[in-house]
């Protein structure tokens, strides 16, 4: 069998640049969907994709191709997530490819992700096919994009294809420069097996579904199989392709793209980046892995009702096997019970996290305030880690506090920079540079903790910048800073669900929004109730609830008990819905509103 | 032993009230003889025979002045065709400002009626009219004087909270209130029920009453009214016995649609609708919606909550001794749940103070 008629390519771009209709319109063109079955963002499977119109999951596809030169190609498309949280599955999905189709909104023009998602694919060799979309819009300047493109990225912009996602126009002449210009993949059938995991759903029936991509070697159908990272052994059950559905074939050859099944449970056994090989015959070496990614935004999530913990822990592991990125270990909050201490990639990822837990396995849940993690170097010297406010040690055993940080850069038009740059110091960010990348438009660097970035930078630059800037980030690693841990008091008796971390100066101001949001939302107690924010011993902040007064004295008629006792039962009943924490009722929602004035109303 | 309490309800009303949930109707025709047949049935039904010796009877509504003094002597006849009375029965009839007419007061003192409780509610002309009621407040008053005038024991019904009521408003009709001649005073919180018109209304512009009911606290016993239970205030000595019964878990007949009746332990509860109530009495059965036999738990529970109306309180050595230990020591740990100003606990049992009385909801609906 011959392998050099197949090309291997992802597609890359910023946000809305237009990719997956782009993606459609090749399904179209190589005749992989007939146009009657064809629906918009065809490879966005998940409904929140096509909701909120991103993708998020990689998804593979195979398309066949008479090319004008006669030949006949097989063109494996693995689409990838536009969103800066989801970079990790943009480069997986990379390293599985030989090229990419760099995608470039003609009207817009380089953006964030444009150099990001580009920067990911030079870095792994791959060859870049810079397309400019949209050039049926009357507001397109291919040219300037061009300049721009060679200018911020450093390709050569002079063969840039343009092309029309919307009406089809141009996509012939891309489909002619994949072919001519994606390298054969290289790989050798007669060697020992070789093929990266790159992706993995979870399937009710079939088990653990692994997307491959065969570097040497064969896989087939009833091969032994073995996982390198794990040794484990596994007979294949099925092997097969995408079309864009799972079609099952004989054999998957060297630079092929496919899945396979073994009957695997569990996503630890076949781990992303992990390398098949034959159990008879293994491969010296495993091909290079991936870093396994870090969460650095973490949250608890908690089930409205207790006694859907274990329907939480069931749904955090399926999602887990669908989104390895995720991680979550059991916590227990002395206020809102049993649930789990959660890890995400980014404000995003964990909300689309949340949306899915909810949608697709029906589970409702309540999510703390996000926080990012914190290195506590001791006294004692050691450094601990910190997922939530509850693993700060007491102040007097730290040394010193670290966080996260971010390079920022952020793509505007000039006239908003002023704005942006005053946003950027109030997030406590330090100004590292700023370039004009087209007459107009400016590149602005700045260094800033993650935890302010997390709290609500994306929307309020989207508001000062009128949804004209974009954004992209990467982590630069801990720094120390002055972060003080904020606790709230409710009568003279911390509430863990209700502490923050926060920078040392911030602390009195946020600590009064916390404050005056509860006292609005703890409904009146018999006895006044002082609710506090304290750092370590020092009470920062107070105010009262007052004491509730007069409550209906029901007139009990003609000896009706029964309805009265019914009504007091009843509330009775309402009281038991509130948190008790001392003597005091807390109501689901005074959690999720708290988690809402953390997150915007102390700007 | 029989009950020696009697409920009777007359459902029936000139005029639906805007805040009234209870039930009772503007009568249509023939409605009142089918409610007095229907009535002596009911006795006929349940005493079978017997003829059970009341130490209280209590005729209220709706209004039952809205029975025809005629329609009263045959509702008297039928009360005494059944039952006896004690030498020094407590009777009282409810009766409002409107339709009470020299001829029913007659008819009472003829009878055995010793309290008159006259349905007030305000002194202030324009908040009678805002809750839909058909007297003004020199209505009230020459009712009050009326009644006072043929020897009865009179009360009045008064309600605060009403929508934009201020504190001076509500101080005027407490002290009018106090300078009538009355022997007992009951004080109602406006409560928004479903079904009303006042169902939708906005309860912001009710406030929350604490202030109205602590000057009451305050006044009242100033002008010789003790407060005895958590809405009634009275001379001492003319507190309604009555009332005390029920809060006392004592038995009662409630006899009428809607009535309630507790009796060995039974509590069970009369249909509503007056076709209903008569239809079944007509079949031969007792007209019985609904009825519930508490477990020894709840009804230790509730039988704490009845007696912290009262500021008597629980005693304990009684409570113990009907209802155990046990579930005496419970209400405690539920009262200790709440700021020591606000009850009395002792070797005697357990009382709600003046202060524990105005959040007595609250600390009921912790203790059911």
């Known amino acids: 069998m011959k392998y050099d008629n197949i090309r291997n390519f992802s597609i890359i771009a910023h946000v809305d640049h237009g990719k997956s209709t782009l993606s459609d319109r090749l399904l179209e063109a190589t005749g992989t969907i007939e146009k009657r079955n064809m629906k918009a963002q065809l490879l966005d499977r998940l409904e929140i994709e096509r909701e909120r119109g991103i993708t998020i999951k990689s998804v593979p596809v195979r398309m066949d191709y008479k090319a004008a030169d006669g030949g006949n190609y097989v ?45 990911l694919a030079a870095d792994l060799d791959l060859e870049l096919i810079p397309v400019l979309n949209k050039i049926d819009l009357p507001s397109a300047h291919p040219e300037q994009v061009k300049r721009e493109l060679e200018e911020i990225i450093g390709i050569d912009a002079g063969d840039a294809v343009p092309v029309s996602a919307k009406t089809g126009e141009g996509v012939p002449e891309l489909l002619e420069r994949i072919v001519r210009d994606i390298p054969v993949p290289s790989g050798d059938a007669s060697a020992p097996l070789q093929a990266l995991i790159f992706d993995s759903v979870y399937d009710n029936y079939r088990g653990v579904i692994c997307y491959v991509r065969v570097v040497n070697g064969t896989l087939s159908a009833g091969q032994n199989v073995r996982f390198m990272a794990t040794a484990q052994d596994y007979e294949l059950t099925e092997v097969g392709v995408f079309k864009p559905e799972m079609i099952q074939v004989g054999a998957l050859g060297p630079g092929e793209v496919g899945y396979i099944c073994a009957s695997i449970k569990t996503i630890d056994e076949a781990r992303v980046g992990d390398t098949v090989t034959e159990s008879a015959r293994p491969a010296a070496e495993p091909l290079a892995g991936y870093k396994k990614v870090k969460p650095v935004v973490f949250c608890g999530f908690y089930p409205i009702e207790r006694e859907d913990i274990n329907q939480l822990r069931e749904a955090l592991e399926k999602l887990q096997i669908n989104d390895s990125a995720i991680s979550f270990e059991p916590e227990n909050s002395a206020a809102l019970g049993f649930g789990f201490r ?56 730290i040394e010193e506090i670290r966080e996260p940080y971010i390079k920022l850069s952020i793509f505007m038009p000039d006239q908003f920079v002023g704005a942006a740059m005053q946003l950027c110091q109030e997030k406590r960010g330090s100004y590292s540079g700023m370039d004009y990348i087209a007459p107009e438009r400016v590149r602005l660097t700045y260094d800033m903790p993650l935890a302010e970035f997390i709290l609500d930078f994306h929307d309020r630059l989207k508001s000062c910048t009128r949804g004209y800037a974009s954004l992209d980030y990467e982590h630069v690693g801990f720094r120390a800073a002055n972060l003080v841990k904020v606790d709230v008091l409710l009568q003279e008796e911390p509430v863990d669900a209700f502490s923050f971390i926060c920078h040392a100066d911030q602390a009195y101001h946020r600590g009064h929004a916390v404050v005056g949001k509860l006292k609005e939302l703890i409904p009146r107690q018999l006895f006044e109730v002082p609710v506090q924010a304290a750092v370590g011993k020092k009470v920062i902040v107070r105010m009262n609830i007052k004491a509730v007064r007069k409550d209906v004295l029901a007139k009990c008629y003609g000896g009706d008990v029964t309805r009265k006792r019914k009504l007091l039962e009843k509330q009775k009943e309402g009281k038991k819905r509130m948190k008790q924490v001392g003597h005091v009722s807390i109501p689901q929602e005074a959690f999720l509103a708290f988690m809402d004035v953390t997150k915007s109303e102390e700007n | 032993m029989s009950p020696k309490s009697l409920y009777i309800h007359v459902p029936f009303c000139e005029r639906k009230c805007a805040y009234c949930a209870f039930a009772s109707a503007v009568p249509k025709k023939g409605e009142r003889g089918l409610y007095l047949e229907a009535l002596a049935r009911e006795f006929d039904i349940r005493l079978r025979g017997t003829r059970p010796k009341l130490e209280t009877c209590y005729v209220g509504g709706g209004t039952p002045t809205a029975l025809s003094p005629a329609q009263w002597n045959s509702l008297v006849a039928t009360v005494e065709k059944h039952f006896d009375f004690a030498p020094a029965a407590e009777v009282t009839v409810e009766a409002n400002p409107n339709s009470l007419t020299a001829e029913h007061l007659k008819i009472w003192r003829d009878w055995r009626v010793t309290r008159v409780s006259i349905g007030v509610q305000s002194f202030d002309d324009a908040e009678l009219k805002l809750m839909g009621r058909l007297h003004d407040a020199d209505g009230a008053r020459r009712a009050i004087a009326a009644a006072l005038s043929c020897g009865f024991d009179v009360g009045a019904d008064l309600i605060f909270g009403l929508p934009r009521q201020t504190f001076r408003g509500w101080g005027l009709t407490l002290r009018e209130a106090a300078h009538r001649g009355l022997s007992h005073i009951s004080l109602y919180q406006l409560t928004l029920e479903e079904g ?86 007509e079949e031969g059965a007792l007209p019985i919606e609904e009825s519930e036999e508490l477990t020894a738990e709840k009804s230790a529970r509730e039988a704490a909550v009845l007696a912290l109306r009262m500021t008597e309180g629980v005693f304990a050595e009684n409570f113990i001794k009907r209802y155990g230990e046990k579930n005496y020591r419970s209400v405690c740990s539920a009262m200790q749940k709440f700021p020591r100003a606000l009850y009395e606990i002792d070797n005697r049992g357990i009382r709600l103070t003046k202060k524990g009385m105005r959040v007595a909801n609250i600390i009921w609906s912790e203790i059911i």
Request: aromatic fraction near 12%; proline fraction near 4%; include cysteine.
């Open chain 1, 75 to 119: 063109l494996n498309l693995i689409d990838t997530p536009g969103h800066v949280d989801f970079s990790y599955e943009v480069s997986r999905s990379l390293a599985a490819c030989e090229g990419a189709v760099l995608v470039v909104d003609a009207a817009q023009g380089v953006e964030a992700q444009t150099v990001a998602n580009s920067y």
């Open chain 2, 196 to 281: 009303t018109p006042w169902a939708s209304l906005d309860e912001k512009l009710l406030g929350d009453g604490y202030a109205a009911y602590r000057w009451a606290q305050w006044y009242l016993p100033r002008r010789g009214y003790a407060q005895y239970e958590v809405a009634n205030f009275a001379v001492p000595g003319r507190e309604s016995r009555h009332n005390a019964n029920y809060w006392r878990e004592g038995e009662y007949i409630g006899a009428g649609p809607a009535a309630v009746s507790y009796t060995a332990g039974l509590r069970s509860k009369n249909y509503g609708s007056l076709a209903r109530y008569a239809k079944s009495l």
């Open chain 1, 342 to 397: 959660c890890g995400f990639l980014g404000l995003l990822h964990m909300e689309i996290a949340k949306e899915r837990l909810s949608r697709e396995f029906g589970v409702d849940l309540v999510a703390t305030a996000p926080n990012v993690v914190y290195q506590i170097l001791l006294t004692d010297g050691s450094v601990k880690e910190a997922h939530r406010p509850s693993d700060f040690p007491e102040q007097v055993r």
